[in-house]
């Protein structure tokens, strides 16, 4: 069963603040966890994202659920500060799910623009993914979690 918990517009402090009841009381076996492109769009620093994301990434490893890093994604409107917020917030997510031995999913590879990386192959309004791109989020996300899975 796959519960999607995701709540539009919501910065990763928001989900920290949910994360006890969205996730942890379900016990899940995996935690998709794609947070940040929010915390930028509305100004965030990076610090501020890395600490909450870092906050989900120990709970779930507490509660012996499998977390998955996944990257967070571009969007076509983004400034120039913004798009290279995204891909500093990338790196960090990448070096710490090695670091601390965590899946990684590299969702923002999934959706880009392969001739513009700071932007999304395809969108209805420039700051999401159309249909297609949300398929393609899942293929990377249950190619990611199959492999862990051994399915």
Same mark, same amino acid.
């Given at each position: 069963?796959?519960? *999607?918990?995701?709540? *539009?517009?919501?910065?990763?402090?928001?989900?920290?603040?949910?994360?006890?009841?969205?996730?942890?009381?379900?016990?899940?076996?995996?935690?998709?966890?794609?947070?940040?492109?929010?915390?930028?769009?509305?100004?965030?620093? #990076?610090?501020?994202?890395?600490?909450? #994301? #870092?906050?989900?990434?120990?709970?779930?490893?507490?509660?012996?659920?499998?977390?998955?890093? /996944?990257?967070?994604?571009?969007?076509?409107?983004?400034?120039?500060?913004?798009?290279?917020?995204?891909?500093?917030? *990338?790196?960090?997510? /990448?070096?710490?799910?090695? #670091?601390?031995?965590?899946?990684?999913?590299?969702? *923002?590879?999934?959706?880009?623009?392969?001739?513009?990386?700071?932007?999304?192959?395809?969108?209805?309004?420039?700051?999401?993914?159309?249909?297609?791109?949300?398929?393609?989020?899942?293929?990377?996300?249950?190619?990611?979690?199959?492999?862990?899975?051994?399915?």
């Amino acid at each position: 069963m796959v519960s *999607n918990r995701g709540v *539009n517009g919501q910065r990763s402090d928001e989900i920290v603040a949910r994360f006890e009841r969205d996730v942890l009381s379900e016990s899940p076996n995996f935690v998709v966890i794609l947070a940040g492109v929010n915390d930028v769009y509305q100004g965030a620093s #990076l610090e501020f994202t890395e600490k909450n #994301l #870092l906050t989900m990434y120990e709970k779930a490893i507490a509660a012996k659920i499998t977390a998955v890093a /996944a990257t967070v994604l571009p969007y076509n409107t983004a400034s120039t500060r913004e798009a290279g917020a995204i891909r500093g917030l *990338n790196t960090w997510i /990448a070096n710490t799910a090695n #670091l601390l031995g965590i899946l990684i999913c590299d969702t *923002n590879l999934a959706v880009r623009n392969p001739r513009n990386k700071d932007s999304l192959i395809s969108t209805p309004d420039g700051l999401h993914p159309d249909v297609s791109g949300y398929r393609k989020i899942g293929e990377a996300l249950a190619k990611t979690i199959a492999r862990k899975a051994k399915i």
